[in-house]
């Protein structure tokens, strides 16, 4: 396979990859954003408790999403570790989300319903890149047979593709 070939299909893979990440983590931060302000506007819980508490709501079903949906046809055979990484990464990612509306909230008295939602969404913006990056590289890890069988299948593919122009005219019988 062409070198331009195999970065197209990673770069094909990454899209997808990216793409059903984004739609678990959308319908994450609808789930966030509902919890948030119906515990900030129910309760008389802190502002910021009433996002950690979002925040792991959200992780948890956000988990089932990764888990069966992005990255379904990853490794399962640790399902402990795995679930103990993104555990661990989760929670850096909630302090990250979680003192950005922090800094906001008592740093600056920038406290209204609209501040903190806003600031909250800013938090998840930036603990999501961390998230993903995490997610991917120590959490949901690849199986290294199956993409090695995958790569080596499309090289074989596009190997037989730029070989058979040559086969036809060459006279030999498709011989080479």
Request: with cysteine; charged share 25%; net charge positive.
């Amino acid at each position: 396979m062409s070198e331009r070939g195999a970065l197209r299909v990673r770069l094909n893979r990454l899209a997808r990859e990216v793409a059903k990440f984004g739609a678990v983590g959308a319908m994450g931060l609808l789930v966030n954003m509902a919890a948030f302000n119906l515990l900030r506007h129910a309760t008389d819980i802190p502002v910021v408790r009433c996002s950690l508490l979002a925040t792991f709501i959200a992780i948890l079903f956000n988990y089932v999403g990764f888990r069966y949906f992005t990255y379904r046809d990853r490794d399962k055979s640790r399902r402990t570790k795995e679930l103990t990484l993104f555990l661990l990464f989760s929670a850096v990612g909630a302090v990250i989300e979680n003192g950005v509306l922090y800094t906001a909230t008592y740093g600056f008295d920038w406290d209204s319903p609209l501040q903190s939602n806003f600031f909250k969404f800013f938090g998840i913006g930036i603990a999501t890149l961390f998230r993903f990056w995490s997610y991917r590289t120590w959490v949901f890890r690849a199986l290294p047979a199956r993409e090695a069988v995958q790569t080596a299948e499309s090289f074989l593919e596009q190997r037989r593709a730029e070989e058979q122009p040559d086969r036809v005219g060459s006279g030999r019988g498709g011989r080479g």
